[in-house]
């Protein structure tokens, strides 16, 4: 406990990452990004597309459904 007067700090606490990297993702269980360019993303390619997962986004190997990275930080301004 901390005496009168003096101050405090607690750190944030950060929420684990919905899937990880690697992870092999249900088909049917989350949202496919249709419209990439809306939300200034590169387009798909390579076989890879993009997945909503909760607040994030995700490059998936649409064949296999393994997740390859997270996307979010590229999303432009109209990511909800």
């Known amino acids: ?3 009168a007067g003096s101050c405090v700090s607690v750190a944030p606490q950060r929420t684990p990452p919905p899937v990880a ?3 092999v ?3 049917g269980k989350y949202s496919m990004v249709m419209d990439a360019r809306w939300y200034g993303l ?3 390619q390579d076989g890879w597309v993009y997945f909503r997962i ?3 986004v ?3 190997d ?3 459904m393994t997740v390859l990275e997270r996307a979010t930080a590229e ?3 109209n990511w909800p």
């Open 1 to 3: 406990m901390a005496a």
């Open 21 to 23: 990297i690697g992870e």
């Open 25 to 27: 993702i249900p088909k």
């Open 42 to 44: 590169p387009p798909a």
């Open 54 to 56: 909760e607040r994030d």
């Open 58 to 60: 995700y490059r998936v």
């Open 62 to 64: 649409y064949v296999t």
């Open 75 to 77: 999303a432009g301004r």
